[in-house]
């Protein structure tokens, strides 16, 4: 196909440049669901396979997931919950460690969850004193070490910096959370109306 000269020779890298970047001309994965905490988007679909927080019950959430635009750029892999050191981390869901050191100075422990497809989803704790090595196999709830105080941690106070990673990309480890380990608040009983009492 020839184009025709109806358009001034410096503006074609420009002119290119737009139809290519265009979103609704490049093809590319269905529309991502909403993060759980109802933030910005979580990616692709993740399995609800966590049974466990990280660390405590309903950890409070000092920082959340704010994904990246680019794979460079700035942003927050991942979610920080307040944990003091020596508090007991524990695998969210059931898994093979594939990672238990130190990166640039900081205890870290990764997981390769069950069950999550191949290459499989993988979340890491930092800064973690690991209890387990690379190799073993972990079962929801286990713990896989402790909080250890980090030098030159990005947390104001002090946290457990939870993340999860696909084949090519950071996803929002909360989405692995099921709504009932997500919920705030106490369980309330609420009154059964129309219903005869057993005698």
């Known amino acids: 196909m020839r184009l025709r000269r109806c358009v001034h020779p410096g503006t074609w890298p420009a002119l290119l440049a737009a139809l290519l970047l265009t979103p609704a001309l490049v093809p590319g994965p269905a529309p991502a669901a909403v993060a759980a905490d109802g933030g910005r988007p979580a990616g692709p679909a993740v399995p609800a396979v966590g049974r466990a927080w990280p660390v405590g019950v309903r950890p409070p959430v000092l920082r959340g997931w704010d994904p990246p635009p680019g794979p460079y750029a700035p942003g927050h892999r991942g979610v920080d919950l307040a944990a003091a050191p020596g508090t007991p981390v524990r695998a969210v869901a059931p898994g093979r460690v594939s990672f238990a050191g130190r990166v640039a100075g900081k205890g870290v422990v990764s997981v390769e969850l069950a069950g999550t497809g191949e290459p499989p989803l993988r979340t890491t704790y930092e800064p973690v004193r690991a209890s387990v090595r690379a190799g073993e ?63």
Request: proline share 16%.
């Open 137 to 199: 196999t972990v079962a929801a709830g286990e713990v896989v070490g402790t909080v250890e105080p980090a030098a030159g941690s990005h947390c104001a106070a002090p946290c457990l910096h939870w993340g999860l990673r696909g084949e090519n990309a950071y996803l929002n480890p909360l989405t692995l959370l099921p709504p009932w380990l997500l919920r705030t608040g106490p369980s309330r009983l609420l009154p059964v109306l129309g219903v005869p009492l057993p005698p």
